[in-house]
Protein backbone atom coordinates (compact mmCIF):
# COMPACT_ATOMS: atom_id res chain seq x y z
CA UNK A 1 0.00 0.00 0.00
CA UNK A 2 1.35 3.59 -0.62
CA UNK A 3 -0.53 5.85 0.67
CA UNK A 4 -1.31 6.97 4.41
CA UNK A 5 -4.12 4.47 5.79
CA UNK A 6 -5.78 4.93 9.37
CA UNK A 7 -7.71 0.71 9.98
CA UNK A 8 -10.13 0.66 12.73
CA UNK A 9 -10.96 -1.93 14.65
CA UNK A 10 -14.22 -2.69 14.15
CA UNK A 11 -15.58 -4.75 17.43
CA UNK A 12 -19.02 -5.58 15.88
CA UNK A 13 -17.09 -7.86 13.14
CA UNK A 14 -16.29 -10.22 15.97
CA UNK A 15 -16.92 -13.38 14.70
CA UNK A 16 -16.67 -17.21 16.49
CA UNK A 17 -14.41 -19.64 14.61
CA UNK A 18 -14.78 -23.30 14.50
CA UNK A 19 -11.54 -23.59 16.36
CA UNK A 20 -12.94 -21.50 19.41
CA UNK A 21 -11.62 -18.23 19.33
CA UNK A 22 -13.28 -15.34 18.39
CA UNK A 23 -11.78 -12.59 15.53
CA UNK A 24 -11.89 -9.46 14.56
CA UNK A 25 -9.95 -8.94 10.73
CA UNK A 26 -8.41 -5.74 11.63
CA UNK A 27 -6.48 -5.32 8.70
CA UNK A 28 -6.38 -8.24 6.02
CA UNK A 29 -7.04 -6.23 2.49
CA UNK A 30 -6.14 -8.08 -1.05
CA UNK A 31 -4.18 -5.04 -2.34
CA UNK A 32 -1.70 -5.74 0.82
CA UNK A 33 -0.88 -9.10 0.15
CA UNK A 34 2.10 -9.20 2.23
CA UNK A 35 0.46 -9.25 5.59
CA UNK A 36 -2.64 -9.51 7.65
CA UNK A 37 -3.60 -8.64 11.70
CA UNK A 38 -6.14 -10.03 13.19
CA UNK A 39 -7.14 -9.89 16.72
CA UNK A 40 -8.45 -12.74 18.69
CA UNK A 41 -9.95 -13.50 21.72
CA UNK A 42 -10.05 -16.68 24.12
CA UNK A 43 -12.79 -16.87 26.59
CA UNK A 44 -11.49 -18.10 30.02
CA UNK A 45 -10.30 -21.97 30.38
CA UNK A 46 -10.77 -22.38 26.62
CA UNK A 47 -8.43 -24.58 24.43
CA UNK A 48 -8.33 -23.88 20.99
CA UNK A 49 -8.41 -26.84 18.42
CA UNK A 50 -5.15 -27.57 16.49
CA UNK A 51 -4.89 -26.23 13.21
CA UNK A 52 -1.99 -25.22 10.84
CA UNK A 53 -2.14 -22.31 7.86
CA UNK A 54 -0.02 -23.92 4.88
CA UNK A 55 2.48 -21.19 3.05
CA UNK A 56 2.11 -18.37 6.19
CA UNK A 57 4.31 -17.75 9.00
CA UNK A 58 1.91 -16.39 11.86
CA UNK A 59 3.41 -14.54 15.11
CA UNK A 60 1.08 -14.13 18.05
CA UNK A 61 1.22 -10.93 20.14
CA UNK A 62 -0.37 -11.09 23.20
CA UNK A 63 -2.20 -8.04 24.53
CA UNK A 64 -3.55 -9.46 27.47
CA UNK A 65 -4.28 -11.89 30.00
CA UNK A 66 -2.29 -15.72 29.96
CA UNK A 67 -2.02 -18.53 28.62
CA UNK A 68 -0.63 -21.79 27.10
CA UNK A 69 0.80 -22.13 23.92
CA UNK A 70 1.73 -25.02 21.80
CA UNK A 71 3.30 -25.16 18.66
CA UNK A 72 5.00 -28.44 16.45
CA UNK A 73 6.83 -30.25 19.02
CA UNK A 74 8.20 -27.81 21.67
CA UNK A 75 6.67 -28.10 25.23
CA UNK A 76 3.63 -26.06 26.31
CA UNK A 77 4.99 -22.52 27.03
CA UNK A 78 3.06 -20.22 29.22
CA UNK A 79 2.55 -16.78 27.59
CA UNK A 80 1.09 -12.95 28.79
CA UNK A 81 0.54 -9.64 28.10
CA UNK A 82 3.81 -8.67 25.88
CA UNK A 83 5.34 -11.58 24.65
CA UNK A 84 5.26 -12.76 21.21
CA UNK A 85 5.09 -16.43 19.71
CA UNK A 86 6.19 -17.17 16.00
CA UNK A 87 4.79 -19.79 14.56
CA UNK A 88 6.38 -21.56 10.74
CA UNK A 89 4.19 -22.08 8.00
CA UNK A 90 2.69 -25.86 8.21
CA UNK A 91 3.47 -25.97 11.93
CA UNK A 92 0.47 -27.23 14.28
CA UNK A 93 -0.41 -24.68 16.48
CA UNK A 94 -2.76 -24.24 19.71
CA UNK A 95 -3.40 -22.40 22.52
CA UNK A 96 -5.01 -22.43 25.79
CA UNK A 97 -6.77 -19.62 28.18
CA UNK A 98 -5.14 -19.96 31.63
CA UNK A 99 -5.90 -16.84 33.12
CA UNK A 100 -9.15 -15.41 34.85
CA UNK A 101 -10.84 -13.20 31.59
CA UNK A 102 -10.06 -12.64 27.65
CA UNK A 103 -6.96 -14.16 26.66
CA UNK A 104 -6.27 -11.29 23.44
CA UNK A 105 -3.88 -11.51 21.02
CA UNK A 106 -3.07 -10.18 17.68
CA UNK A 107 -1.92 -12.57 14.58
CA UNK A 108 0.07 -10.83 11.99
CA UNK A 109 0.63 -13.14 9.29
CA UNK A 110 2.62 -13.16 6.42
CA UNK A 111 1.81 -13.14 3.75
CA UNK A 112 -1.76 -11.98 4.32
CA UNK A 113 -4.21 -14.71 6.09
CA UNK A 114 -6.55 -16.05 3.71
CA UNK A 115 -8.65 -19.10 4.57
CA UNK A 116 -7.61 -21.74 2.06
CA UNK A 117 -4.30 -21.78 3.70
CA UNK A 118 -5.89 -22.93 7.44
CA UNK A 119 -5.87 -26.67 8.13
CA UNK A 120 -7.89 -27.95 11.07
CA UNK A 121 -6.08 -31.03 12.71
CA UNK A 122 -8.72 -32.18 14.58
Known amino acids: MSKTTVWKEEPAREFLTAEGCYIIETYNQPADESMSIARARVSEGVRTAWHVL???TERYVIAAG???V????LPAS?????DVVIIPPGVRQRITNTGEGDLIFYCVCTPRFQ???YRALE
Do not use: C, M, P
Not at 70 to 73: A, N, R, S, W, Y
Not at 78 to 82: D, F, L, P, S
Open 78 to 82: EVAAG
Open 115 to 117: AAA
Open 54 to 56: DGI
Open 66 to 68: SGQ
Open 70 to 73: EVGD
